[in-house]
T-cell receptor, first 109, second 118 residues
Framework: GENVEQHPSTLSVQEGDSAVIKCTYS??????FPWYKQELGKRPQLIID?????GEKKDQRIAVTLNKTAKHFSLHITETQPEDSAVYFC????????FGKGTMLLVSP | GAGVSQSPSNKVTEKGKDVELRCDPI?????LYWYRQSLGQGLEFLIY????????KSGLPSDRFSAERTGGSVSTLTIQRTQQEDSAVYLC????????????????FGPGTRLTVT
């Protein structure tokens, strides 16, 4: 089955800095890679996703890149703000979603 | 429109008792998923329903876990003879379809049911 590794497990940055979270996957059949943000006590919310026919996607301060050959994808957040503080999960899917273990991002003012 | 809803929001039960958790997906969504999230952990896939197809039960951790989806809408996850290690947040998600042309649709999550087994 699919295996998704996510790094780092925790990430602390200063407000205004950039944050990068990296994930690798094992199943070359996976063709959909969403990123979810989960605030404490809340449900996961999709923030951006990328499909295997695209190498990069950007939405305002958030961007995701995908390298199918290397089977890794990354989330980039620029100009971080305290409200970006949350746990971020990457996932890979062909038929069912397999999630990484999550990255706790803390943005200090 | 209304999002995915789950009930109850919290459930405390004694070890050995059975529990039922309910999920109401977004209207019109044909795919429904159950996940489990333990404290500080990622989301663990449990089971997937797509339309009238046989469910994908590959993530269920033991035969004490089962799920049904009646009428292609509401789903119930049942845990029999609960154990303390079953304590977790159980999340349900739905999507428009499972896949289209081989490419999955976005999943929308419910608020979860926090299960505590004492």
């Amino acid at each position: 089955g699919e295996n998704v590794e996510q790094h780092p497990s925790t990430l602390s940055v200063q407000e205004g800095d950039s944050a990068v979270i990296k994930c690798t996957y094992s199943d070359s059949a996976s063709n959909y890679f969403p990123w979810y943000k989960q605030e404490l006590g809340k449900r996961p919310q999709l923030i951006i996703d990328i499909r295997s026919n695209v190498g990069e996607k950007k939405d305002q301060r958030i961007a995701v890149t995908l390298n199918k050959t290397a089977k890794h994808f990354s989330l980039h957040i620029t100009e971080t703000q305290p409200e970006d503080s949350a746990v971020y999960f990457c996932a890979a899917q062909y038929s069912t979603l397999t999630f990484g273990k999550g990255t706790m991002l803390l943005v200090s003012p | 429109g209304a999002g995915v809803s789950q009930s109850p929001s919290n459930k405390v039960t004694e070890k050995g008792k059975d529990v039922e958790l309910r999920c109401d997906p977004i209207s019109g969504h044909t795919a429904l998923y159950w996940y489990r999230q333990s404290l500080g952990q990622g989301l663990e896939f449990l089971i997937y329903f797509q339309g009238n197809s046989a469910p994908d039960k590959s993530g269920l951790p033991s035969d004490r876990f089962s799920a049904e989806r009646t009428g292609g809408s509401v789903s119930t996850l049942t845990i029999q003879r609960t154990q303390q290690e079953d304590s977790a947040v159980y999340l349900c998600a739905s999507s428009l379809e499972g896949t289209s042309g081989g490419s999955p649709y976005e999943q929308y999550f419910g608020p979860g049911t926090r299960l505590t087994v004492t």
